[in-house]
């Protein structure tokens, strides 16, 4: 079992920068990919970000790319998403999730951290 808190979402005006955090704990995470996820109100969740635990590689949607950066720190088991020049429109519930690196699909989800980007 993986279990994942995040923390550090809140409210900020657009144009403005956040960084959400998620502490991993329970497995050793060599071997797995994490991903940050988003879900607003009345809406289906959309993937944000990944990065490989071990090789560092990183994908990442294209609503994200340029202004985001998932990043890992692996002395405090923790991934970060820093988003930057935020917008309305990213105002969501941002999850971390775990699979297993040679899984398609997700298997550990956290409960979430809520952004809210005012205008």
């Known amino acids: 079992q993986v279990q994942l808190v995040e923390s550090g979402g809140g409210l900020v005006q657009a144009g403005g920068s956040l960084r959400i955090s998620c502490a991993a704990s329970?497995?050793?995470?060599?071997?797995?990919?994490m991903g940050w996820f988003r879900q607003a109100p009345g809406k289906e969740r959309e993937f944000v970000a990944a990065i490989t635990w071990s090789g560092g590689s990183t994908t990442y949607a294209d609503s994200a790319k340029g202004r985001f950066t998932i990043s890992t720190d692996h002395a405090k088991n923790t991934v970060y998403l820093q988003m930057n020049n935020l917008k309305p429109e990213d105002t969501a519930t941002y999850h971390c999730?775990?699979?297993?690196?040679?899984?398609?699909?997700?298997?550990?989800w956290g409960q979430g951290t809520q952004v809210t980007v005012s205008s």
């Open positions: 329970g497995r050793t995470l060599s071997s797995y990919a």
């Open positions: 999730a775990a699979r297993y690196v040679i899984m398609p699909h997700y298997d550990y």
